[in-house]
């Protein structure tokens, strides 16, 4: 969260970190990606996120109560606030799929080409 990205990828892969980052740093992190990459690139989040009503899948619910637990300023992220977070960033056509069903999305943003 503190270095620089490498600059101009094609392609930008966050995976499995998603719940140890509270909200704005989610947020710095997906702008952060934004302003480096190359027009008509992907960010694509794997992440274990919430349902919109944050009822479940469990193993995502879990992991977001470990974080609370152990004291990070990480949570649980519902599916809408990561497709909220890149839109905000500036990424275009965002969609949300299941990746392992209950346990990951992808969640995907384009640059502008």
């Known amino acids: ?67 609370v637990l152990s004291g990070s300023t990480g949570r649980g992220h519902s599916e809408s606030e990561v497709s909220g977070y890149l839109s905000d960033a500036g990424f275009e056509k965002v969609s949300v799929v299941d990746f392992i069903s209950g346990v990951l999305t992808r969640a995907t943003g384009h640059m502008p080409s």
């Open 1 to 67: 969260t503190k270095d620089p990205f490498p600059g101009e990828p094609d392609v930008v892969i966050m995976a499995s970190n998603l719940p140890g980052y509270g909200s704005e740093q989610c947020r710095d992190i997906f702008k952060r990606a934004y302003d480096i990459m190359k027009p008509g690139g992907a960010f694509m989040v794997i992440a274990e996120t919430l349902n919109d009503d944050r009822t479940g899948p469990l193993e995502p619910a879990m992991w977001a109560l470990e974080e």
